[in-house]
């Protein structure tokens, strides 16, 4: 079975600095995996995707994951948080199976920026 | 062009009641997904059309049903209402099932909140 798993509920950081969440995956074949973003009472909005092409990959809004099988993780970075990067970030895998492409969603990152 | 949208944005039910949701998915989309949002957890997969076929069911009760349309928009019915049935229900379209590029990208839209009391 495909999962993945978001190992902080709550990151905070402040405007200017770093941004790290972490995601660990399990895949028994080459997954395609994907981070999207959640603002509040707005729809899912996809921020990058992993389809085994380059391992790092670049997204919109300035952030970026790297692909690493030997961790089997895929965790998304960003330089700089904005106050506008507060959100729901979800970690998400891809099943393609019986025909169909079934997208399996980490429990989600909280993301605060703080001034 | 218009991205996914759902009808309606929310609603509240009693429990034994029947709902219906709709969806339209983005034009020129052939796949329609449908995920339930449990208030501080990832969506779940409810169930995949694809050319109007079933193509993939989740976890749920039979209680919960769908189909697809010649024109790709979708409806999800749930039935017999019950409490934890209360969510944002959430529609994706995607070009295809598979394949290269962006063709089986799910996009997202806004959602409906249903509320059971």
């Known amino acids: 079975a495909q999962s993945v798993t978001q190992l902080d509920s709550h990151v905070s950081v402040s405007e200017g600095t770093p941004v790290l969440l972490r995601c660990n995956y399990s895949s028994s074949y080459s997954p395609s995996l994907f981070w999207y973003v959640q603002h509040p009472n707005k729809g899912l909005q996809l921020l990058l995707k992993y389809t085994s092409a380059a391992t790092l990959v670049k997204g919109i809004n300035g952030f970026e994951a790297e692909f690493k099988k030997s961790e089997t993780s895929f965790h998304l970075t960003k330089p700089s948080a904005h106050m506008s990067d507060a959100a729901e970030y979800f970690c998400v895998v891809s099943l393609l199976t019986g025909g169909g492409n079934k997208l399996t969603f980490g429990t989600g990152t909280q993301l605060k920026v703080e001034l | 062009d218009a991205g996914v949208t759902q009808s309606p944005t929310h609603l509240i039910k009693t429990r034994g009641q029947h709902v219906t949701l709709r969806c339209s998915p983005i034009s020129g989309h052939k796949s329609v997904s449908w995920y339930q949002q449990v208030l501080g957890q990832g969506p779940q997969f409810i169930f995949q059309y694809y050319e109007k076929e079933e193509r993939g069911r989740g976890n749920f009760p039979d209680r919960f049903s769908a189909r697809q349309f010649p024109n790709y928009s979708s409806e999800l019915n749930v039935n017999a209402l019950l409490l934890g049935d209360s969510a944002l229900y959430l529609c994706?379209?995607?070009?295809?099932?598979?394949?290269?590029?962006?063709?089986?990208?799910?996009?997202f839209g806004p959602g409906t909140r249903l509320t059971v009391t």
């Open positions: 994706a379209s995607s070009l295809a099932l598979s394949g290269g590029g962006a063709s089986h990208e799910q996009y």
